[in-house]
């Protein structure tokens, strides 16, 4: 167990944050919002985090070891305050755009970031921070802020779905002009969502900082959004499961594939396919989850049917009770 | 308010799109308690005036006043706030949502705990969902669309899902209801019930309503005051003898030889 512990321990987390950044992108897709902004407040809060670490907290070149965690935490707070404030401002200019154009967008943010952290001096150029203090000693150690931080955002969003906030964004997604009219204001919902997946990304960069020792321009860039975006699209966009089992079962994929290409006796040109066209077989797997499963392998169908036979059963229940008041 | 002012007034107001005028300069005045009717032929600018009112199109000129404020230039969600409520012509339910939800959903003017304290469960949430909760359940039992509470709202009939709209409508708890054409799709023993459930509606709920129809001798049997609108115009107003027998309408309705010959505007002026 410890064996294997410390051999996955750096999938383990990674798996665990991707599920955490995928939750990110589907806050706002909750509120019809497809937005793929997530990577550049990853990005902003990774920096936050090495800057913090390395030039606020600690002189150059001095090293405490192991690094406080509640430094770390401190980093997060930091990145969240930061990364939703930065939310609000983009939000409200973005979120007038539709569909596509609201994607290009973000798209265009995500870039911008990318631009100004190559070439702003504080946060290290092209080569970017590096050394950036650890606090543990082994990576599977990461899971003791990266799960409670997973379990925290994923109750959050389940109740978010439960209610009255939460059917607000999901009423926007069915049809934003009738969710006008019944009261919503649909901006001050939309804002929120992006808002809050915004806050996830920019905590989680924090934690990456740490986790992966450096952080430079390459992180948190589009084919990162198109990672977090396959994320939701094949684990499901309806309810807060997909995300998380998207995130995980298709980061843990290259390292599955790359066991089974081990095992004997395969033909060589297969187990070639498994280990080297492992991008090939994740994107043909996309292509198929979205034909087979539109709305992602967690659907909201098979978890609907209890809740029907809960809510017939208040229905009986209270006509029950409104006979009895008759009699 | 007292009752000798209007609930709601309309101030010439003029609608354009491009060179299309699909409203133009209408006023009139609704009371409080009143079934009012809107009618007129196709693209006569009926809808596009309910538009106006709440607040999904902004008039091009003109005045809406409702309960003594001006709300021509609020958003669809502060007018809803003050008490307007709609349907849709073409219906516009949140189709992926049970029937409870829809209802529910509406039911969000009247939640005053914050999102995080809903979130977190704190018991004051808990008890205004419950309190929402059972008053959706009310409305659906009163539409009778109660049996159908955890169905999808786009699995069920189009008549039902006319009513659901006009029970998410309720679930605002409005002054003033605007019906955008509800008998449409409905058989002559279905209007029938309609006309009879609006009125106990207005009753139940001391409702003011507007209602676009186009079914003719519903809305005489239904309105205390019609107006009849044609090509954007309001060309008869006052009660349904007075506007039945009114000949500017009869010529809308009917058509008239010698009106045909020098048309006012062209056919596409009605989109």
Redesign the interface.
Known sequence: MTEFLSTYGVLLVGMVLAAILALSLYLPLMAGQLSLASPGFYAVGGYIAAILSTKVFLADGETIQPFPIQYILFEMLVAGVISGALAVVVGVLALRLRGIYLALATIAFVEILRILSLNLEFTGGAVGIFAIPQPFSDAINYLWIASPLLIVSAL?TY??ER???G??F??IR??E??????????TYYKV?AFTLGAILAGLVGAISAHFLNTWNARQGTFDASIAYLAFVLVGGS?TFLGPIVGGMLLTALPEVLRAVAGINGLPTWFAQLLRDGRLIIYGILIVLVTIYFPHGLVSPNWLERK??TN??EA?QR??AESAEKNI | MNNSSPLLEVKSVTRRFGGVVAVNNVSFEVKAREIFGLIGPNGAGKTTLFNVMTGLTPPTSGTTIYASKDITRLAPNQIARLGIARTFQNIRLFGNLSTLQNVLTARHIHSHTSALSAVLGLPTAIAEEKINRDKAYDILQLVGLAQYAAERARNLSYGDQRRLEIARALALEPKLLLLDEPAAGMNANEKHGLSDFIKQLCDQFNLTVLVIEHHVPLVMGLCNRIAVLDFGELIALGDPLHVQNDPAVIEAYLGDETALAKTRRPASATR
């Open positions: 959050f109740r978010l209610v009255g906030a059917r607000a999901i009423a069915e049809d002009l009738a969710a006008d009219t019944i009261g919503i204001n649909p929120l309806r809740a029907k809510a017939s229905m209270k006509a």
